[in-house]
């Protein structure tokens, strides 16, 4: 039998000084296709940079690729999330940068950037504009690289490895942020990578896979276990069964009737129309479930509402009752609702600890200027123990895990018991387990009159409270029904 | 129209000097109510104008631009900034009439006939604010006697003015209002609400007046953020070349160093700066600096002394006058340096190589920044003001350097900046030239540790951290830093 492709042995990795892997042996062999799978902060991430040679470790890991075959003989590591850079290789962007024009364009277009690393790995463009069409991205090829929403990038990242086939394609979270759709199509093409001799290790929980996936494992207590292919992740949480704190309980301060209303909504870009006469009431309690394609212009709507976008005032819509551009601040605004979303995420203050970003809820900032009162403190503390996030308190959030990241900012959004909760994606990058508890968890505080929208692809993962669904199709409102019995399951 | 400050009598023109107090945030408990509900309208939209704009809008208030005939017809970057961004655009005569308040954010070249141009069609009693003093005070123009005149000068690139807003903070504001014009006593109170506007108010603000903002602002600006940096980049690359350090090395590490070194400057000052280094290196870069100081002092007073007296702005604006002759000539020549032209290699440097093999850069904007301080000092300015002109903005200007060199550093900033840099390096050069032929390469380019046990006297090293730590730029350091809490840290290359 011909070598391993990867053969691990006894290796240690240690994150930010904690060990992550312990002893850790694997053996991939050649056209093995696997999934790993694991809780939040088992180490996923951790052993996929590993073989991609991203990190030190220590024990032994030799590759051995096949030296005739004409795919890059490469483990090309795919992240959760796309960095891209400016002009000048900088990445120093800000949250909702996106929405503001300003008329010297400083980031390269998608087709730019696609010819530049091309060029670099010497592929030709016309297989890329395939996969480009293949995910339905065509139309933004001329967009430029800051205008794209998350899932966008996610499929740039995608088109970008497809189209490089290395011999090892790692993904981590390959269907974050992607619809219906385009995760289907994802399948597609990466079964035909994979028949053309590409190996591939996804890290995912999700369980619509392309059917080459056909060895399993699992990350636990920092080792490496093989597992059947229908096994739920196992992992018990004492935090399940803990009653949430009293404060969040109690009914938020409802402003009025009314939370949104927008009455023919347009929003565009030079030429092309993102919102077309967008016409929604979202009333006090209601609990909206929000979808649509990537690009049908879900991030730019949920933008408007949340005081982001600079062409809500050329508008005609009307939040907590009052025009949007009769005097309110934004931060009027911001203090009414707790937001999450992968952009907020992304561009959130990297060196706030857990307590201070749990606490900026309070104040809606990214990372905490100032001294909360004894009050806020206590709730903040209260929230932690029950999110289980007691100790990891004092730890820099860009130092956890994504899912723990992804708990903490979930536990700023709720903090302050707003009357609206916009919760865009708001599980990505959990397990299965705390995907549950979190969805449970919003039903809890949806019982005492709160506001909710929700943008979620996967209808398998809805908190069950929803009731009402408003489908965007190309920037317009394709349907608006109630959905009361169909989704919850 | 003459200088203002040179019309004043010494009593006046100590007091409008020595001004500068860091607001309490109890001062701004009454948000942006001073401008509600008023006309905002502001002159030009570059990068500042534009985010100031932005932020102004999201805090509530009614903002709309006006922009000259030839920028709106001509459809150029401003007007698109502005309408893209859905605000109102108009010519001076349609929006000045009615504004409450008119924000001139236009270059200071242009101060004077934007001026003239608006100030006959601005109503009784409404204000005039202005981001920077140089107009008013070095130019002498007279404002009409209903008119308030009010200053806000956020002390970062337009770009961080946005984006410090929309994470909740804000960036460090300076604001100020013109004894002459303050008809109805409303000054200070509107200057507080656009800072609230800008979210400035979250950062520290301080209270300083057009007399003192000018004066510091061209001081720094000459002096340590511009062109000692400009000079230190320059022979500290010339004198690697010259002992045969590879030239995309010692390119990478004066472009990335200078912002790597500062970035340390601002988290803690001058201590912590210093602290990067071991301490045979920290002793070492300690000597230098001092003689480094004794060196430069003069020509930092010669530059403060030509602020003080107008000389300065005169002969700028004799160049302004000959259509920007030298002005052109010497940043045509800026682009022909060595340095310039050598691109970064694609070498790896560690964060702390940036330190250990670039001592002589350390010593350099140490002697720099104390040298500003001292001298505004000296000169009546207040410690908090200096304080801002000097170590403050270094980093911010490091971190220009770093992304395209020399030639961005000198487009990000204003012309006047750009003008009194050149004539600092120009003069800054041949003083430092006796000191250069002593330098070799354990200075500059590689590791000054390399060889040596690293032991010191503990004495000599107590000493030295004594001399660094109880300067009084680190004494109100401490203090400010403390008040703009959340800085963000810099990427490291």
């Known amino acids: 039998m011909s070598q391993p492709v990867v053969h691990i042995t006894n290796l240690i990795l240690k994150y930010h000084h904690k060990p992550v892997l312990q002893d850790l042996n694997w053996i991939i062999n050649p056209g093995e296709n696997w999934l790993l799978r694991g809780t939040s902060g088992s180490g996923k991430t951790s052993l996929a940079k590993a073989i991609a040679g991203l990190v030190p470790f220590q024990g032994t890991l030799s590759m051995h690729f096949d030296e005739q075959s004409k795919l890059p003989a490469v483990a090309h590591y795919v992240a959760n999330w796309f960095q891209f850079t400016d002009l000048e290789g900088q990445s120093n962007f800000y949250y909702q940068q996106r929405y503001n024009k300003q008329a010297t364009e400083t980031t390269a277009t998608v087709k730019a950037?696609?010819?530049?690393?091309?060029?670099?790995?010497?592929?030709?463009?016309?297989?890329?504009?395939?996969?480009?069409?293949?995910?339905?991205?065509?139309?933004?090829?001329?967009?430029?690289?800051?205008?794209?929403?998350?899932g966008e990038h996610k499929k740039l990242q995608l088109v970008r490895a497809l189209w490089l086939r290395p011999q090892l394609l790692i993904i981590d979270q390959p269907y974050n942020g992607l619809d219906k759709l385009s995760r289907h199509h994802l399948n597609t093409l990466l079964e035909e990578i994979s028949a053309a001799g590409t190996q591939l290790i996804l890290i995912s929980n999700d369980r619509e896979l392309p059917p080459s996936i056909h060895r399993f494992a699992e990350i636990k207590d920092g080792q490496l276990y093989e597992i059947?292919?229908?096994?739920?992740?196992?992992?018990?949480?004492?935090?399940?069964?803990?009653?949430?704190?009293?404060?969040?309980?109690?009914t938020p301060a409802i402003s009025g009737d009314s939370v949104i209303k927008m009455v023919d909504v347009n929003i565009s870009y030079g030429d092309k129309k993102v919102l077309k006469n967008i016409n929604w009431e979202v009333k006090a309690g209601e609990k909206w479930l929000l979808q649509g394609h990537n690009g049908s212009g879900k991030s730019t709507l949920l933008s408007l509402i949340t005081g982001d976008h600079p062409q809500a005032y050329a508008n005609n819509f009307y939040l907590f009752g009052n025009k949007r551009g009769s005097g309110e601040s934004i931060w009027d605004i911001k203090k009414r609702m707790g937001l999450i979303s992968p952009e907020l995420h992304w561009y959130f203050d990297a060196s706030a600890t857990v307590r201070q970003t749990i606490l900026s809820g309070f104040f809606d900032s990214s990372g905490l200027f100032c001294e909360p009162d004894y009050t806020k403190k206590t709730q903040a503390d209260e929230l932690i123990s029950y999110l289980g996030l007691d100790e990891y308190k004092d730890v820099l959030v860009n130092q956890l895990p994504l899912g723990k990241q992804r708990l903490a900012l979930l536990g700023r959004t709720i903090v302050k018991n707003p009357?609206?909760?916009?919760?865009d994606e708001p599980c990505q990058g959990l397990d299965q387990q705390q995907t549950q508890y979190f969805n449970r968890l919003v039903d809890e505080l949806c019982k005492n009159g709160t506001t909710l929208i929700y943008v979620g692809h996967f209808e398998s993962q809805l908190p069950a409270c929803i009731e009402k669904r408003i489908l965007l199709e190309n920037g317009e409102v394709k349907s608006v029904e109630n959905i009361l019995e169909s989704v919850s399951q | 129209m003459s200088n203002y400050f040179n019309t004043l009598p010494l009593r006046e023109k100590l007091n409008q000097l020595g001004v500068c107090d860091f607001m309490d945030s109890s001062e701004f408990l009454d948000g942006v109510n001073a401008l509600k509900g008023k006309k905002l309208v502001i002159v030009g939209c570059g990068a500042q104008g534009l985010n100031q704009g932005l932020n102004l809008r999201d805090s509530g208030l009614n903002i709309s631009y006006t922009l000259r005939k030839e920028a709106i017809e001509g459809k150029r970057d401003s007007w698109k900034n502005a309408t893209e961004n859905n605000f109102t655009v108009g010519t001076y005569e349609e929006l000045i009439p009615d504004a409450d308040v008119v924000i001139n954010l236009t270059p200071d070249k242009q101060h004077t006939a934007v001026v003239n141009a608006i100030m006959p069609l601005m109503k009784k009693g409404a204000t005039l604010l202005y981001s920077h003093g140089f107009n008013i005070v070095e130019e002498g123009m007279q404002i009409r006697k209903d008119i308030t005149v009010i200053m806000v000068a956020p002390k970062c690139p337009g770009s961080e003015v946005r984006a410090e807003y929309v994470r909740g903070f804000g960036v460090p504001t300076l604001i100020a209002v013109h004894p002459e014009n303050d008809p109805e006593g409303k000054g200070l109170v509107q200057a507080k609400a656009y800072c609230v506007g800008t979210g400035g108010h979250r950062a520290g603000v301080l209270k300083s007046s057009f007399v003192a903002e000018v004066k510091s602002d061209l001081m720094g600006e000459q002096t340590i953020l511009c062109g000692l940096l400009q000079t230190g980049s320059i022979l500290s690359f010339d004198k690697m070349i010259e002992k045969g350090i590879d030239a995309g090395?010692?390119?990478?590490?004066?472009?990335?160093?200078?912002?790597?070194?500062t970035e340390a400057l601002k988290q803690g000052g001058i201590t912590a700066m210093m602290d990067r280094l071991s301490n045979v290196a920290k002793i070492k870069a300690f000597e230098i600096s001092q003689e480094l100081k004794t060196i430069m002092r003069p020509l930092f007073q010669k530059h403060q002394d030509d602020i003080m007296s107008g000389e300065f702005s005169r002969t700028m604006m004799e160049d302004w006058a000959a259509g920007d002759k030298n002005l052109l000539a010497w940043r045509a020549a800026t682009g022909e340096t060595a340095f310039e032209k050598t691109p970064a290699g694609n070498v790896k440097i560690g964060e702390q190589e940036y330190f250990d093999n670039a001592l002589l850069m350390v010593a350099f904007i140490r002697a720099g920044v104390e040298l500003a301080f001292e001298t505004m000092v000296e000169a009546g300015i207040k410690p908090e003001s200096a304080y801002y002109e000097s170590l403050h903005e270094?980093?911010?200007?490091?971190?220009?350097?770093?992304?395209?060199?020399?030639?961005?550093?000198?487009?990000?900033?204003?012309?006047?900046?750009?003008?009194?840099?050149?004539?600092?390096?120009?003069?800054?050069?041949?003083?430092?030239?006796?000191?250069?032929?002593?330098?070799?390469?354990?200075?500059?380019?590689?590791?000054?540790?390399?060889?040596?046990?690293?032991?010191?006297?503990?004495?000599?090293?107590?000493?030295?951290?004594?001399?660094?730590?109880?300067?009084?730029?680190?004494?109100?350091?401490?203090?400010?830093?403390?008040?703009?809490?959340?800085?963000?840290?810099?990427?490291?290359v």
């Not at chain 1, 592929?123 to 929403?149: N, P």
């Not at chain 2, 090395?249 to 070194?261: D, P, R, T």
């Not at chain 2, 090293?461 to 810099?490: D, F, P």
């Open chain 2, 394 to 492: 270094t980093p911010l200007i490091a971190n220009t350097i770093a992304r395209k060199k020399l030639f961005e550093m000198n487009r990000v900033i204003s012309d006047t900046a750009e003008y009194g840099c050149y004539l600092f390096d120009h003069a800054c050069k041949p003083l430092l030239a006796d000191f250069m032929t002593r330098v070799d390469t354990d200075l500059i380019g590689k590791n000054f540790n390399e060889g040596k046990d690293g032991s010191v006297d503990n004495r000599a090293l107590i000493a030295v951290n004594e001399v660094i730590r109880s300067h009084e730029v680190e004494q109100i350091g401490a203090e400010l830093r403390k008040a703009m809490t959340a800085m963000k840290s810099i990427k490291t």
């Open chain 1, 228 to 250: 059947a292919a229908d096994k739920h992740v196992s992992h018990l949480d004492e935090t399940v069964n803990r009653p949430i704190p009293s404060f969040l309980n109690e």
């Open chain 1, 113 to 150: 950037e696609l010819e530049d690393y091309g060029k670099k790995h010497q592929l030709q463009f016309s297989d890329a504009e395939k996969l480009v069409a293949a995910l339905g991205f065509s139309e933004l090829l001329h967009s430029t690289l800051i205008q794209l929403s998350s």
């Open chain 2, 249 to 261: 090395y010692a390119s990478k590490l004066v472009q990335y160093g200078v912002e790597v070194i």
């Open chain 1, 419 to 423: 009357e609206l909760l916009i919760l």
